[in-house]
């Protein structure tokens, strides 16, 4: 079997909870027990939320942790210009299109219509810019609107036909990406998005195993369609359980109290918090 390849993706807009640090180790892990690698990339394409000072504290929270990755680590910023000539590649097939509505704009449109059918994380886009002539485009991105680009998912889910993808252990799952409609690849404020950042940065990096929580496990439809519409290699998938709070809340950027660094300052040892991160030695 090819070697294992995990990795673990914060996104540094926040010191690390124990939430982070249980799918960090839970990554680790994985690639320990199959003898395999372990890497650590930055996800901070959300430039108005992530900070280098975040990044800093994180670097060093999962040091402290114990933990080792492969360097160079990888930061999304840096990779900007590849994402965009993906988004280049699919509008030159016609699998995408500007859209410029604003949030306000998709809550009307979704409020105004009696059966707005909904997706694993709420309304769908209402499909407002996919029927625009590309006379009207153009004309839109002369005068300057700003736009972000959306996949036209049933277009693309017919082109590749059904998919399926395997979560580690467990049965042969099928995807479903049309359900999500039609998800933005490329950012108002950045060419590029989580899905698509996500999905090409793995297969670049050849990971093999994408572990990450179960609140993320709908994304995997997406990704999976992202993979075949762009011919990558498929990892495999194992989605682990969310950390809750005393009163069952799922751990939050709130949750302070519950971050590494304030557990570490308040005297707690490395392996106290890993334990607390449901790996105890
Ligand atoms: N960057 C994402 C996050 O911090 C995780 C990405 C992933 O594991 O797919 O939530």
Redesign the pocket.
Known sequence: MADVVT?????PTGHLHLG?AH?ALFAWHRAQEAGGRFLLRI?DIDLGRCRPEFEAAILEDLAWLGLTWEEPVRRQSERLADYEAVLDRLTDEGLLYPCFCTRKEIEAEVAASAAAPHGPEGPLYPGICRGRSRLEQARRIAEGAAYALRLDVAAAAGLVGPLTWEEKSQATVTAEPTSHGDVVLGRKDVRSS?HLA?TLD?ADQGVTL????ED?RP?TDVHRLLQALLDLPVPVWQHHGLVFDDSGRRLAKRHDALSVRALRDGGKSPAEVRAMAGFPD
């Open positions: 990795r673990f993706a914060p996104s982070h799918s996800e989580y996500v793995d994408v572990t990450r929580g993320l994304a």
